[in-house]
């Protein structure tokens, strides 16, 4: 991978300073309403976890195992009565504007009481922080707009991202390994839009959304160069749902399949494309590659608090256990060896909590939140009226201009070494998060003894759950490649990385 001279730079070379301080100067930079706001969120989430997540997660587990196409429908309209959909959806599209790290916090303390439940909110943000990353104001504020009107009327309005196909997964996750993926979703420019052909698979909420941002390809031959994001809704003229996976874990949360037959998408439900990069920005390819960077950046940070909370979910029913169960006469909490057990559970825990933080603290300088962070523009989003906004402000948002500004403040003005720096933190944290939860979980059971694999125990449902996080959002191979590529790699000139 690199040469001898590479060994001896890696072993002189130290951190860069701000690749490792992104939370001391955030302290500084951040809002002080935005810690508040957090205590909120996280209080609001408790509530969330006692009153229904915790009573029904036993419960939509079975539903979905006895009937493999079960929809948990009530549980998406009791999150969208709650305003979780627009929660975290700016005030300049409609929601409720709270700051967007505190999602994250929210996440993992849903995930504590229901992995699968916490994705049915999570991945919808998923779709939201897709696009977001475009940049293309005029169809963020169709889109979220919509969600808003959804949670109003009391039918939830859910967005997905269609992205993974059934020959590239992991590999559209990253700009050197797309060349290599097996792409099939082709879009082909025609009058006044593009017309969409192919199938996805393994979209998380996909049978639950109403809109689906699509990653698709002018060029099947050259994915990297050619990449456009279309916005497709429930309704449109070719498409359709296909079947749903039968999952080991998560059964709350369906997987799906999307499929595209000569689905025609207009120019107006565009998010980018190639001509558009060529008008407002830079190439293509550096367009795609920071798009996709904002996206995981964001993500994959929410995938380490879904990582933290299955690993805090264990702990705390193997806490539970060791409280109530007696071996050799006296508690199990009061042997030395169960302590010892118990403290590395709370140790991985509190350690996935920080990666994720941190990484939010990197995002909220450097990526997807450091607009939304600036504090006259956060205090002023606060605590104007939401009809001033709409009326006032929304109609600049339809500009042309508006969309030209925020994509070059996001991608010319973005400073590639800012960019690595939330991938980097993006995908430490996903690895090192989700590893935590597997490792907690399996820990659990190991305390637990054969009560920890009944069915009625939850921590043997938090490790069926658990695994599935190493996979999404890219591998935890994968992240461990991109960490040393945006963290190591660029400081180390001999290093290369994704080589044949």
């Given at each position: 991978?690199?040469?001898?001279?590479?060994?001896?730079?890696?072993?002189?070379?130290?951190?860069?300073?701000?690749?490792?301080?992104?939370?001391?100067?955030?302290?500084?930079?951040?809002?002080?309403?935005?810690?508040?706001?957090?205590?909120?969120?996280?209080a609001t989430a408790r509530r969330f976890n006692e009153?229904?997540?915790?009573?029904?997660?036993?419960?939509?587990?079975?539903?979905?195992?006895?009937?493999?196409?079960?929809?948990?429908?009530?549980?998406?309209?009791?999150?969208?009565?709650?305003?979780?959909?627009?929660?975290?959806?700016?005030?300049?599209?409609?929601?409720?504007?709270?700051?967007?790290?505190?999602?994250?916090?929210?996440?993992?303390?849903?995930?504590?009481?229901?992995?699968?439940?916490?994705?049915?909110?999570?991945?919808?943000?998923?779709?939201?922080?897709?696009?977001?990353?475009?940049?293309?104001?005029?169809?963020?504020?169709?889109?979220?707009?919509?969600?808003?009107?959804?949670?109003?009327?009391?039918?939830?309005?859910?967005?997905?991202?269609?992205?993974?196909?059934?020959?590239?997964?992991?590999?559209?996750?990253?700009?050197?390994?797309?060349?290599?993926?097996?792409?099939?979703?082709?879009?082909?420019?025609?009058?006044?839009?593009?017309?969409?052909?192919?199938?996805?698979?393994?979209?998380?909420?996909?049978?639950?959304?109403?809109?689906?941002?699509?990653?698709?390809?002018?060029?099947?031959?050259?994915?990297?160069?050619?990449?456009?994001?279309?916005?497709?809704?429930?309704?449109?003229?070719?498409?359709?749902?296909?079947?749903?996976?039968?999952?080991?874990?998560?059964?709350?949360?369906?997987?799906?399949?999307?499929?595209?037959?000569?689905?025609?998408?207009?120019?107006?439900?565009?998010?980018?494309?190639?001509?558009?990069?060529?008008?407002?920005?830079?190439?293509?390819?550096?367009?795609?590659?920071?798009?996709?960077?904002?996206?995981?950046?964001?993500?994959?940070?929410?995938?380490?608090?879904?990582?933290?909370?299955?690993?805090?979910?264990?702990?705390?029913?193997?806490?539970?256990?060791?409280?109530?169960?007696?071996?050799?006469?006296?508690?199990?909490?009061?042997?030395?060896?169960?302590?010892?057990?118990?403290?590395?559970?709370?140790?991985?825990?509190?350690?996935?909590?920080?990666?994720?933080?941190?990484?939010?603290?990197?995002?909220?300088?450097?990526?997807?939140?450091?607009?939304?962070?600036?504090?006259?523009?956060?205090?002023?989003?606060?605590?104007?009226?939401?009809?001033?906004?709409?009326?006032?402000?929304?109609?600049?948002?339809?500009?042309?201009?508006?969309?030209?500004?925020?994509?070059?403040?996001?991608?010319?003005?973005?400073?590639?070494?800012?960019?690595?720096?939330?991938?980097?933190?993006?995908?430490?944290?996903?690895?090192?998060?989700?590893?935590?939860?597997?490792?907690?979980?399996?820990?659990?059971?190991?305390?637990?003894?054969?009560?920890?694999?009944?069915?009625?125990?939850?921590?043997?449902?938090?490790?069926?759950?658990?695994?599935?996080?190493?996979?999404?959002?890219?591998?935890?191979?994968?992240?461990?490649?991109?960490?040393?590529?945006c963290l190591i790699g660029r400081s180390v000139p001999?290093?290369?990385?994704?080589?044949?």
């Amino acid at each position: 991978m690199f040469s001898s001279n590479g060994d001896r730079a890696i072993l002189d070379r130290e951190p860069r300073f701000d690749d490792i301080t992104s939370s001391l100067k955030s302290v500084s930079k951040m809002p002080k309403a935005a810690f508040r706001e957090t205590a909120q969120v996280i209080a609001t989430a408790r509530r969330f976890n006692e009153e229904v997540v915790r009573p029904r997660a036993l419960e939509l587990d079975r539903l979905k195992h006895e009937d493999p196409d079960y929809l948990p429908w009530d549980m998406v309209e009791e999150a969208n009565r709650r305003g979780f959909y627009t929660m975290f959806i700016p005030k300049l599209f409609g929601g409720h504007g709270l700051n967007m790290p505190s999602l994250s916090c929210f996440m993992e303390e849903v995930a504590s009481g229901c992995t699968g439940i916490a994705n049915l909110i999570g991945v919808h943000y998923l779709g939201v922080a897709t696009l977001c990353a475009s940049w293309n104001l005029r169809v963020m504020n169709r889109v979220m707009r919509d969600t808003a009107e959804g949670e109003r009327n009391g039918k939830p309005c859910l967005i997905s991202l269609a992205i993974t196909e059934p020959g590239a997964g992991t590999d559209v996750e990253e700009l050197e390994l797309v060349g290599k993926a097996k792409v099939t979703c082709h879009a082909e420019r025609v009058p006044g839009g593009y017309r969409l052909n192919g199938n996805k698979i393994f979209i998380s909420n996909g049978h639950l959304s109403t809109w689906h941002m699509t990653i698709a390809y002018t060029d099947l031959d050259d994915p990297a160069n050619t990449t456009v994001m279309l916005a497709v809704r429930n309704g449109m003229e070719g498409f359709s749902f296909g079947r749903q996976e039968h999952k080991m874990g998560q059964k709350a949360c369906p997987a799906s399949e999307l499929i595209f037959e000569d689905c025609f998408v207009p120019d107006d439900l565009v998010c980018f494309d190639a001509l558009q990069a060529a008008r407002h920005t830079r190439s293509m390819q550096a367009v795609t590659m920071q798009v996709i960077d904002y996206v995981l950046s964001g993500s994959r940070a929410g995938v380490g608090s879904f990582g933290t909370g299955v690993a805090r979910g264990a702990y705390e029913e193997a806490l539970r256990f060791a409280s109530q169960a007696e071996v050799g006469g006296k508690l199990l909490i009061n042997h030395e060896w169960a302590q010892c057990v118990l403290a590395e559970m709370y140790k991985n825990v509190a350690l996935a909590r920080l990666s994720y933080v941190e990484t939010n603290y990197a995002n909220g300088l450097y990526g997807l939140f450091k607009v939304l962070h600036y504090k006259p523009l956060f205090y002023l989003m606060k605590y104007l009226p939401q009809q001033f906004v709409d009326a006032v402000v929304q109609p600049f948002l339809n500009m042309d201009f508006v969309t030209w500004l925020f994509r070059k403040i996001y991608f010319d003005w973005q400073r590639e070494d800012e960019y690595q720096r939330t991938s980097g933190w993006a995908s430490l944290s996903k690895f090192s998060a989700t590893d935590a939860g597997v490792r907690n979980c399996q820990l659990a059971l190991e305390l637990m003894g054969g009560a920890g694999v009944r069915t009625d125990q939850v921590a043997e449902k938090h490790l069926r759950d658990s695994k599935l996080l190493q996979i999404y959002e890219g591998t935890n191979q994968l992240n461990r490649l991109n960490l040393f590529k945006c963290l190591i790699g660029r400081s180390v000139p001999a290093a290369k990385v994704f080589e044949d």
